[in-house]
């Protein structure tokens, strides 16, 4: 017998990151080719008859594993019965804003939509933010939703950590899926510290440390950082839209090696609650190096942490707090 849909909330499934993600899931990118789905998307009632549009294509595209739609403006049947919830809705930033001017918007719908899943999701949802702010829109929902595991909810940034693999290969001439274990640490906004100094490279001799290969510490200091933190910005100035394929494919990367697990001997990034490891204060919403099994994610611990990284790692954690600070005014 085959299995049993999974029930999937996308929010904001009208706006661009939606269109690019619905159709993944309903491929099987985000779950695996033989799990159906049945796909929960959320719009606002000015998007309602672009939602429906979305809702016909994805009927018109016969996907084999898709097993039903529900397309709604109602927060609670949008809610109802979701395994997994990915939360894309809000407003992106336009060119020359920081992630952290679109707070005042974005908080007060996380604080909502917050107690519509905790009532109404399913037991053990499995919640992923991305909409902007991505690390604190997610503290939000986890302080408005307490009866959800906190371990259930995080935020996306494994966006970024593919940006530092992509970025690693097109400088080494590599293929990215020879390239591991790059690490985002702390907040999906220009303060994140993408850190090679753990991350290696597959090579017909085995495989050789990033820094060993690069051996140009001025470019990994330097170029490459600045590149992954601004690399949401300059998407923005070409495209005058925030990524969105990129986005997409990432949110699905990351449910993935939630659920079904990380590769051994691989980790990824994923933005959680912080537990104090790598003394990053307790009571944020940080991305950590993870390794995912039975459907729950572990932060590796035991890295070596240099002085040049323990600044940038603290660095991002005073912008949370910061952050944290600034969304509880927006909502007082
Ligand atoms: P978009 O404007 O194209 O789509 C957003 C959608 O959300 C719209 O259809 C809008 O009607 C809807 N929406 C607004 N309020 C809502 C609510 N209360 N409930 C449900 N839906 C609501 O934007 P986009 O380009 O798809 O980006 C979505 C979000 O994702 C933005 O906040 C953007 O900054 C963020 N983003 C995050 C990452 C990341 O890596 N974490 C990457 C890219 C974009
Ligand atoms: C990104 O990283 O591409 C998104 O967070 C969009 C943005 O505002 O940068």
Not at 93 to 102: L, P
Not at 142 to 162: G, M, Q, V, W, Y
Request: aromatic content about 6%.
């Amino acid at each position: 017998m085959g299995k049993e849909p999974v029930r999937v909330l996308v929010t904001g499934a009208a706006g661009q990151i939606g269109y690019a993600l619905v159709p993944m899931i309903a491929r099987g990118v985000m779950l695996g080719p033989d799990q159906p789905v049945i796909l929960h998307m959320l719009d606002i009632p000015p998007a309602a008859e672009a939602l429906n549009g979305v809702k016909m294509e994805l009927v018109d595209a016969a996907f084999p594993l898709l097993k039903g739609v529900v397309a709604t403006t109602d927060v609670v049947e949008g809610c109802t019965g979701v395994n997994i919830a990915i939360m894309v809705g809000g407003f992106p930033r336009k060119e020359g804003m920081e992630r952290k001017d679109v707070m005042s918007k974005n908080v007060s719908i996380y604080k909502s939509q917050a107690s519509a899943l905790e009532q109404h999701a399913a037991a053990n949802c499995k919640v992923l933010v991305v909409a902007n702010p991505a690390n604190t829109n997610a503290l939000i929902l986890k302080e408005f939703a307490p009866s959800i595991p906190e371990k259930n909810i995080t935020c996306l940034t494994r966006l970024d950590h593919n940006r530092a693999l992509g970025q690693i290969s097109e400088r080494l001439n590599v293929q990215v899926s020879d390239v591991k274990n790059a690490i985002i640490w702390g907040n999906h906004s220009s303060t994140q510290y993408p850190d090679v100094n753990h991350a290696t490279v597959k090579t017909p001799s085995g495989e050789k440390p990033v820094r060993e290969l690069v051996a140009d510490d001025a470019w990994l200091h330097g170029e490459f950082i600045a590149t992954v933190q601004q690399r949401g910005a300059a998407i923005i100035k070409a495209r005058k839209l925030s990524s969105a394929l990129s986005a997409a494919s990432s949110a699905c990367d990351h449910i993935r090696d939630w659920v079904l697990g990380t590769p051994e001997g691989t980790w990824v990034s994923m933005g959680v609650y912080s537990d104090g490891s790598y003394n990053v204060p307790s009571g944020l919403i940080y991305s950590f190096p993870v390794t995912c099994r039975n459907g729950e994610w572990t932060i590796v611990q035991g890295l070596s942490i240099d002085e040049l990284s323990r600044k940038k790692l603290d660095l991002t954690a005073e912008e949370l707090t910061e952050e944290k600070a600034l969304a509880y005014s927006c909502l007082s």
